[in-house]
């Protein structure tokens, strides 16, 4: 697998018992189920830098749509399970943002059951494409933030199926 240990700015980890809605037929966590799990964990790490996602929308009608996704299912989670989703900034510009997730069951010793990048733009949600707001950039990357801007490139998805 490539390089998604890189990390920039903030790191967050959010929780989620998986429900028996989140599951198939089988207990097993349908697919879809992960990405609103990641959206839940990127919208909570914005609120741990001091960004509220539906007042800052509200107020400047900016939105964070996803553009690309890359996840990599390695082992199934289940119902009941315990899913640690640590998520950090893996690449930041003022064109896009990168979240990197790596997935773990609690009680099963750090074993990653999942990884994802996820890379967002920044929309006006009438008027279309702006550039990353400052306080989006600070949410992310902190008050240094600036040091860790790239060019938009570098924020492609690299997670391979190696």
């Not at 199934?76 to 950090?88: A, K, Q, S």
């Not at 600070?138 to 570098?154: E, I, K, N, T, W």
């Amino acid at each position: 697998m490539s390089d998604t240990n890189t990390m920039i700015g903030r790191r967050s980890i959010y929780r989620v018992r998986v429900g028996y809605v989140d599951t198939d037929q089988a207990q097993v966590v349908h697919h879809s189920t992960y990405f609103r799990w990641l959206e839940q964990a990127r919208v909570e790490l914005l609120r741990e830098g001091g960004l509220e996602y539906r007042s800052w929308e509200a107020a400047t009608r900016l939105g964070l749509p996803l553009v690309d996704a890359s996840i990599r299912y390695v082992q199934p989670c289940r119902f009941d399970d315990i899913v640690i989703v640590e998520t950090h900034i893996g690449a930041l510009a003022r064109t896009a943002l990168r979240f990197d997730s790596t997935m773990t069951i609690e009680g099963r010793n750090g074993t990653i059951v999942t990884q994802a990048q996820i890379r967002l733009a920044c929309v006006h949600l009438e008027t279309g494409p702006r550039r990353v707001p400052e306080e989006v950039l600070r949410a992310c990357g902190g008050d240094d933030y600036a040091s860790h801007l790239v060019r938009h490139a570098q924020t492609r998805l690299t997670l391979s199926s190696s």
